[in-house]
């Protein structure tokens, strides 16, 4: 009669560490499969549903966001070739572009620090404290394009003090470089169409040459003067 190895000290040992192997993998496999199935159902469910975003949508029209600007709004119409309002600026601060009317045309500014991304706030009176000589030609050349002008107007950056002229130069504080210029159109119902990813004007760290591109008040068009891109 033949022995059975299994009942040997040894054997049992031996058939102990195989049961036991066994139930390992019955239990991964288990498991991998319940993965399976919940994976599968959660991407099924997903299915049913379309995706969305909470960000901002980077192209969107001034007739759904607050103030709701319009063409005839921001220039109070067209004479000569100029608008009949005198130099302005409208930030919508919730999609962080600010729209500026000069005696020129009309560009949109990204209102994002090129610090470290934060949003700048207008102000009418930007070089209040950092010493600036605002006789300088240096300083003068950002506002040509606003004849008239009382105080030197642009955005100061709440976060870590810098500071942008009108034309979104950067002149003081920590910025590295200007703030972009972004595209803007008048739509056929009077407001402005805005691209946030669509730049017109990029200046790199120490280039303060104020950008040309300007929507024409009469033709409504862009000029066409990309700087940068």
Same mark, same amino acid.
């Given at each position: ?8 000290? %040894?054997? %049992?040992?031996?058939?102990?560490v ?6 390992f993998?019955?239990?991964m496999?288990?498991?991998a499969a319940?993965?399976?199935?919940i #994976?599968g @159902?959660?991407e099924?469910?997903? !299915?049913l !549903?379309p @995706? ?7 192209? #969107?029209? /001034? $007739? /759904? ?7 005839d709004g ?10 009949k ?9 919730? +999609? ?6 000069? +005696?020129t045309?009309i560009?949109?500014v990204?209102?994002i620090?090129?610090?470290l ?8 009176? *930007? ?16 506002y040509?394009n ?5 105080? !030197?107007?642009?955005? =100061?950056?709440?976060c ?6 009108i034309?979104?130069t $950067?002149f003081?504080g920590? =910025? ?14 009077? #407001? !402005? *169409?805005? +691209?946030r990813?669509?730049?017109?004007a990029y200046?790199?760290p @120490? +280039?303060?040459?104020p950008?040309?591109w300007?929507?024409d *008040?009469?033709?409504k068009?862009p ?6 891109v």
């Amino acid at each position: 009669m033949a022995l059975n190895p299994y009942d040997t000290p %040894r054997g %049992r040992i031996r058939s102990g560490v195989e049961t036991t192997r066994r139930q390992f993998l019955l239990i991964m496999g288990t498991l991998a499969a319940v993965g399976a199935t919940i #994976f599968g @159902g959660i991407e099924s469910v997903n !299915f049913l !549903f379309p @995706g969305a975003t909470n960000e901002a949508p980077a192209k #969107f029209k /001034t $007739n /759904t966001t607050l103030p709701a600007v319009t063409f005839d709004g921001l220039t109070g119409g067209v004479s000569g070739g100029k608008a009949k309002n005198a130099p302005a600026v409208v930030s919508i601060t919730a +999609d962080r572009v600010s729209i500026v009317l000069d +005696d020129t045309g009309i560009y949109a500014v990204s209102l994002i620090c090129t610090h470290l991304g934060c949003t700048p706030n207008y102000v009418t009176d *930007v070089t209040t404290g950092t010493g600036t000589n605002t006789s300088s030609p240096t300083v003068t050349q950002h506002y040509t394009n606003e004849q008239g002008h009382t105080t !030197f107007n642009g955005w =100061a950056c709440p976060c870590h003090g810098s500071r942008y002229f009108i034309d979104s130069t $950067n002149f003081y504080g920590p =910025a590295p470089r200007p703030m972009d210029w972004v595209s803007i159109e008048v739509s056929p119902d009077g #407001f !402005f *169409v805005i +691209d946030r990813k669509s730049i017109v004007a990029y200046r790199q760290p @120490g +280039d303060t040459t104020p950008p040309q591109w300007r929507l024409d *008040v009469t033709t409504k068009q862009p000029n066409g003067k990309t700087y940068g891109v």
